[in-house]
């Protein structure tokens, strides 16, 4: 069953179409990826999603039920969860704080949301820094407060901003076996990544777009042996050469 | 750690209660009541720029209302201005919700800018209304309590409302959203905060307890006028000074700064004659140096890093 599904969504800045006509679905509990060039309108689709830009055109469901037309905090609600590429931790206040905030969603009570944060901390394996404040952390660590924030709003959904990005290949691998586990625990997770390494390792089908466009869809070998793939990262000339 | 906070302010509380029985002067007791009033108003400009982080330079509207409030209420209608206690911090709300509607759709300075014309407006409307509000005549009324202790007490009540108010507010779940959306408004809203609501949940009460202090004002110094009450300088600008000096999103900052301030500026005045002002300058630059965080902040920073250091962590900040 379809968990989510985009219709034919476009968004336009002016006359520069960043997303045109792309539309895709995503199962329950699969890792979907999306890859492209810089600037080929993977954030800008999660922007969409989340509802930080509204839709030129084209529709988007949850859970069978439209959701382009709600604000932008509701996406949350219904559990739809995000990170952001460039992370924003809530810099003045602790971990344990940044975690309570996104607990805060399903719960008025300090008490409960402390020890849902404590939780998830401990899952995303931050208690050490538990009292740290955010704006004193490395960015591995703020990416993984960046998870474990938007994860204490209990999403069914995840859409990950380049969680790889900038980090060295051990803190790569420890990000993605949080991934691993995030989805085994039962969450549904989009994932928007340059490092092909990672994609290629964690998800379950990709989605190439380049210039807003669906280029290649299907399993990740699949997509990176795609030739319009190959051209797009490589340039025309390396594809002709093979 | 709660209990030892307990206990202080229950050592404040006490000590505050029994101050007037060693101050007796008038002029003392004067000091004390401004010091309240000024408590009052920068603990509620704290909730909405401190914690909520929506820097009001307009508060001077909030406070002139709710003089203004118990003026009218005399002047119009032979009511009691203490009815305005009542009155005048319901009448800054309802100024605050169309203001809050306009400004909560800025961010930043924006937000800033439209508070300080917000407050200027105000200042000129109630100029220029003169047959409502007697415009720059002012409105005088004879007050019939004229016991200082009386209003020293009065006030002290006020303000422990106003720090409880601000204080459960502040530690429970909307405390951590207004933080959250201070810190960084874009993941506040990823995180499921609906922020205009809350920005208002912020902005409501500050205007509330502004306007009691201003209702309060009227009724113990007995003379408004809308260059007194919905001053720039002397009211709105004067706030964030105050708060700055104790310390920015801190419960006792508020306190301590209005504190310091009003027995700095008597001093001033009285030592230093027209010059007095120049030193609030000269007190802005050192505030912005050496304490940036106020002397409430400060502290809690120092607390913290004592804390750590006993329990050993390591790392550091």
């Given at each position: 069953m379809s968990i989510f599904e985009a219709k034919n969504i476009t968004k336009k800045f002016g006359g520069l179409t960043a997303v045109n006509d792309l539309s895709f679905q995503v199962e329950q509990g699969e890792i979907f990826g999306i890859i492209g060039p810089n600037g080929s309108g993977k954030t800008t689709v999660f922007n969409m999603v989340s509802r930080f830009y509204p839709l030129t055109s084209g529709e988007i469901y949850?859970?069978?039920?439209?959701?382009?037309?709600?604000p932008a905090h509701k996406i949350c609600k219904i559990g739809i969860g995000r990170t952001f590429q460039v992370v924003k931790p809530l810099r003045r206040m602790t971990v344990l704080e940044n975690v309570m905030a996104g607990a805060f969603l399903r719960t008025g009570s300090i008490g409960k949301s402390r020890h849902k944060a404590e939780e998830i901390i401990n899952f995303c394996n931050l208690d050490k820094y538990m009292h740290r404040e955010a704006k004193g952390l490395p960015i591995p660590l703020r990416k993984r407060l960046e998870i474990a924030r938007s994860l204490a709003t209990e999403p069914e959904l995840l859409l990950l901003d380049e969680t790889c990005a900038g980090l060295n290949p051990k803190e790569s691998e420890a990000a993605i076996e949080l991934i691993r586990r995030i989805r085994d625990a039962g969450v549904t997770i989009?994932?928007?990544?340059?490092?092909m390494k990672v994609m290629m390792g964690i998800s379950d089908r990709i989605l190439a777009i380049n210039f807003g466009k669906e280029i290649a869809m299907g399993k990740p070998q699949e997509v990176a042996n795609h030739p319009e793939v190959i051209k797009a990262y490589l340039g025309d000339a390396y594809a002709k050469s093979n | 750690m709660l209990n030892k906070n307990i206990l202080m302010t229950i050592a404040f509380a006490l000590a505050a209660i029994i101050l007037p029985v060693f101050i007796k002067a008038p002029y003392h007791m004067h000091i004390l009541i401004l010091i309240i009033i000024w408590a009052i108003i920068g603990t509620s400009w704290n909730l909405l720029?401190?914690?909520?982080?929506?820097?009001?330079?307009?508060?001077?509207?909030?406070?002139?209302?709710?003089?203004?409030?118990a003026g009218i209420l005399t002047l119009h209608y032979s009511l009691s201005p203490w009815w305005g206690l009542l009155l005048g911090p319901v009448m800054s709300m309802l100024v605050a919700l169309p203001i809050g509607a306009i400004a909560f759709r800025l961010r930043g300075p924006y937000f800033a800018l439209a508070t300080l014309a917000l407050g200027e407006i105000f200042r000129l409307l109630f100029l220029n209304m003169t047959n409502f509000t007697a415009g720059a005549k002012g409105i005088l009324i004879m007050p019939a309590i004229t016991s200082k202790v009386f209003y020293y007490y009065?006030?002290?009540?006020?303000?422990?409302?106003t720090l409880l108010a601000t204080y459960m507010?502040?530690?429970?779940?909307?405390?951590y959203y207004l933080v959250s959306i201070r810190e960084d408004q874009d993941a506040a809203t990823s995180l499921g905060i609906p922020t205009t609501l809350y920005k208002n949940l912020a902005l409501l009460p500050s205007a509330f307890f502004t306007g009691l202090a201003g209702a309060f004002y009227m009724n113990y110094v007995a003379f408004i006028d809308p260059n007194i009450v919905f001053s720039l300088t002397n009211i709105s600008i004067m706030v964030i000074l105050v708060v700055m000096l104790g310390g920015v999103a801190t419960t006792w900052g508020p306190t301590i700064g209005a504190a310091l301030y009003i027995i700095m500026g008597e001093l001033f005045r009285t030592t230093l004659g027209p010059a007095n002002v120049l030193m609030f300058g000269v007190l802005v630059c050192l505030i912005i140096m050496f304490l940036p965080n106020g002397i409430a902040g400060e502290l809690d920073i120092f607390k913290r890093f004592r804390q750590r250091k006993k329990a050993g962590l390591s790392g550091g900040v």
């Open positions: 949850f859970k069978d039920k439209r959701i382009d037309t709600l989009i994932i928007i990544e340059h490092i | 720029s401190g914690y909520a982080g929506q820097v009001s330079f307009g508060h001077a509207a909030f406070f002139g209302v709710g003089a203004y409030s009065a006030g002290l009540g006020m303000l422990a409302l507010i502040v530690h429970s779940k909307i405390g």
